[in-house]
């Protein structure tokens, strides 16, 4: 990622429910004025006005979801993973989402 001129970008690896991280991190504050309005975590609250639950969950938390059933290759994995020709980010924190297919044994 790169800044452009119309103005400054950084990219922070923190987990969304610690938004204490986040905001404590110096790139942070050297890319965002946090004297003016900005967002940090506000997905969960656009969700709930779209009538869309979300929960932030870790891969850990997702996996648990499939106790007893038998994973599909490649298990749980960010969502782009699943068709990596798509394009996109596939990287350990793709998309921020999880993804599984689990089996009935």
Not at 33 to 47: K, Y
Not at 76 to 83: E, H, I, S, T, Y
Request: charged share 20%.
């Amino acid at each position: 990622m790169a800044s452009h001129p119309a103005g400054a970008t950084a990219f922070i690896q923190e987990d969304f429910r610690e938004p204490g991280k986040i905001l404590a991190d110096p790139a942070l504050r050297a890319t965002l004025d946090l004297d003016r309005p900005v967002a940090v975590a506000r997905a969960r609250q656009a969700g709930q006005q779209g009538g869309i639950t979300y929960v932030p969950r870790s891969q850990a938390e997702v996996a648990a979801f499939f106790g007893g059933l038998d994973l599909v290759q490649p298990g749980v994995v960010p969502v782009q993973a699943w068709r990596p020709d798509a394009g996109g980010p596939v990287g350990p924190h793709g998309s921020g989402f999880w993804c599984a297919v689990g089996r009935k044994p």
